[in-house]
């Protein structure tokens, strides 16, 4: 049993401003419903650049409903700048408090918040791309987001970067390179080692031959065996310029989550270490 | 104390009057220890006898097979690990399924830390195993084979009848973690050659912290608490005597009554299970030949413990294999094992029925449960837009 304050039961039981805005001006969707929460965050602004109405959808726990509720009652009234300085930690303090195992979730209510401001500045989706290096495959969690988390809320384990990020919960295969950007935030790693980021190799043009040879030793050394950790697999179909078709066999079929492990793992490790312009696709 | 609609049977079971009554006479005057010389306390030990006899004839076991220990994970534990030292240090092999109670798992997840290869065989979407699977991988290092007679979660029965055949064939041993079998489905171990069996008193209507090891006979059972001849030298320590005493009853009540009580919970669980069904759409049953106890169902685009925290409004009792409830972020290893999306697995709800369960309950359900999981729906962005 969760020990929820009153104020994130009464959030939860009667939330405030569920729904849909059909002409909103920034939308932000985060989570997805295989991470277990999911949050779709909309608001519309007046005359003088306030937000006039927010609305959300949120597939979750009680506390994922509560935090989402929360946030549109904050940011009610105040210009992008303001509800920008809201904080994960200010959405917290708002309910009084949360499970300590249950503050990614305003987490994610934060990062709906700076997505759907994305989205009204930049006319970007709105959706959260994973943009960079994903070091959580089993949860979707960039190195950045963590490196975000980390800083915010002045964590120090790796326990607290799951509380806040789920990175690490899941297969926990991840867990020693949470360590490693622990210990650099912390500054334990000397400086030339905090300058080391995993640099780019330049790449050279490649011939079709060797875009495909590269394309089968990535998929056999950095994609399968994290599959296999899954109890799946992956047969790669057929290479088309950039477009790179594979199938998901063994437990990947069943689990509903193809799309998501195509984007979160085998659409960035290819694009990582092959060519930035595949583009995966299922057979 | 509010209503209470405490479906949540498969997690812990109200203790039976009739043993609780039983007990009364251990936690007051009947205090003695059933070591001692004198008759105050020895005396005492003819009840210990009774229970080990009363269990022994729900099992069909002899008295002499049955020890008494504090959990049915304690039996879970003390199996597999005195299996491997009987087995010998050559025998480096163990079976067990993916989806096997925490109580076998991290014993497989530890063995596989100190060295041991240890299988895990898989389930299909109905949740039940490959036999042939099974077979194939008992191999000349196999020491043990570990595989539960039903499931804690979605209730699938396994054929361990077959099962204990295959494995005492390849002469390796086998263990069955029956804590939610027993009681509910008949066990009869003169004809199922199973050399461990576990199980868990308070899920048969006694108090916590009472279980069994059954042990076949003939089999040297090294001892695992030394410092007594308690239970035959094995499991050394002074008798939770009330706490055996209430589990011998329990055992009594469910050899007599079982065919009742599984057809009072079946008649209920299957109004439950076909009522939901109709009543919520986009709805599904997890796994097939169950418990007649046992419904584990998934509402897809809701989460489970949204749904366990307006049931709990409500005064309903029930668990999930959302990833929110458990503390984890994985949704249920059970759930996982047979291929349930991630989705639906943070969407089921794990209802589990006893005799004391009423129609009135189970309509106090099928009369709110519409209305939680259409609310949560209107709040999910998955909920698909009707026209």
């Known amino acids: ?283 | 104390m509010e209503k209470v609609v405490y479906l949540d049977n498969n997690a812990t079971t109200r203790v039976a009057p009739e043993v609780f009554e039983e007990m009364k006479p251990f936690l007051t005057d009947l205090y003695g220890n059933p070591s001692s010389i004198h008759t105050f306390g020895g005396g005492v030990r003819k009840y210990i006898d009774k229970a080990r006899e009363q269990v022994g004839e729900l099992l069909a076991a002899e008295p002499g097979e049955i020890i008494f220990t504090g959990s049915g994970s304690e039996s879970d534990n003390t199996a597999i690990m005195s299996a491997l030292e009987l087995a010998g240090a050559e025998k480096k092999h163990v079976i067990i399924t993916q989806v096997e109670h925490e109580a076998v798992l991290e014993v497989g997840h530890y063995l596989r830390s100190k060295g041991y290869r240890v299988t895990e065989l898989p389930v299909d979407r109905k949740g039940a195993l490959d036999i042939d699977l099974l077979a194939d991988s008992i191999k000349d290092d196999t020491a043990v084979v570990s595989v539960m007679w039903a499931n804690n979660e979605t209730g699938v029965v396994f054929p361990i009848e077959r099962i204990a055949e295959i494995v005492k064939s390849k002469g390796a041993y086998f263990h069955t973690d029956a804590v939610q079998a027993v009681g509910k489905i008949p066990i009869d171990l003169s004809k199922v050659p199973v050399d461990f069996l576990a199980l868990s008193g308070h899920k048969l209507h006694t108090p916590k912290g009472v279980g069994v090891l059954f042990v076949r006979k003939g089999i040297k059972m090294p001892p695992y608490i030394r410092g007594g001849h308690q239970e035959n030298g094995m499991r050394a320590g002074t008798e939770n005597v009330a706490g055996v005493v209430g589990l011998g009853k329990a055992a009594g009540i469910a050899a007599e009554r079982m065919s009742g009580d599984a057809a009072h919970e079946q008649t209920l669980r299957d109004k439950l299970e076909t009522g939901l069904l109709v009543r919520c759409r986009d709805s599904l049953v997890n796994g097939a030949d169950r418990l007649p106890n046992t419904l584990n169902i998934s509402f897809e685009f809701v989460e489970g413990e949204s749904i366990l925290l307006l049931l709990d409004d409500l005064g309903i009792c029930a668990s999930s294999g959302s990833a929110c409830t458990s503390g984890s972020l994985e949704p249920s290893h059970v759930l996982r094992a047979m291929g349930v999306p991630h989705s639906l697995a943070h969407g089921s709800i794990r209802f589990s029925l006893s005799r004391y369960t009423t129609e009135e309950e189970i309509d106090y359900v099928l009369e709110h449960m519409p209305a939680i999981i259409e609310r949560l729906r209107e709040i999910s962005p998955f909920t698909p837009q009707t026209a």
């Open chain 1, 1 to 283: 049993m969760w020990n929820y304050t009153d104020k994130v039961m009464e959030h939860f039981r009667n939330p405030k401003n569920v729904g849909y805005i059909k002409d909103a001006d920034g939308v932000g969707e985060v989570g997805s419903m295989a991470c277990g929460d999911a949050l779709k965050l909309m608001f519309k602004l007046d005359g003088q650049g306030r937000i006039a109405d927010a609305r959300f959808q949120t597939f979750g726990c009680g506390s994922a409903i509560a935090t989402s509720s929360a946030l549109t009652e904050m940011i009610k009234g105040k210009t992008l700048e303001e509800a920008e300085k809201v904080t994960n930690q200010d959405i917290v303090d708002f309910l009084g408090g949360l499970p300590e195992q249950k503050m990614h979730c305003s987490v994610m209510g934060r990062e709906a918040l700076e997505a759907a401001i994305e989205n009204y500045r930049n006319g970007t989706n709105g959706k959260r791309e994973l943009e960079g290096h994903v070091v959580c495959v089993c949860f979707g969690v960039t190195e950045n987001r963590i490196r975000c988390a980390i800083g915010d809320n002045d964590l120090s384990t790796v326990g607290q970067v799951t509380n806040y990020t789920k990175a690490g919960g899941g297969c926990g295969g991840c867990i020693p390179e949470i360590e490693d950007i622990l210990a650099e935030m912390k500054g334990s790693k000397s400086p030339e080692e905090k300058s080391a980021e995993p640099e780019k190799p330049a790449r050279k043009k490649m011939s079709t031959l060797e875009k495909i040879r590269l394309i089968e030793n990535t998929i056999e050394q950095d994609i399968r065996p994290e599959l296999k950790k899954h109890g799946g697999d992956l047969e790669l179909l057929d290479i088309d310029g950039n477009d790179v078709i594979v199938k998901l066999i063994g437990s990947c079929t069943e689990c509903g989550m193809t799309r998501f492990t195509l984007d979160t793992l085998v659409g960035p490790k290819l694009r990582e270490k092959v060519s930035t312009e595949l583009a995966v696709l299922e057979g």
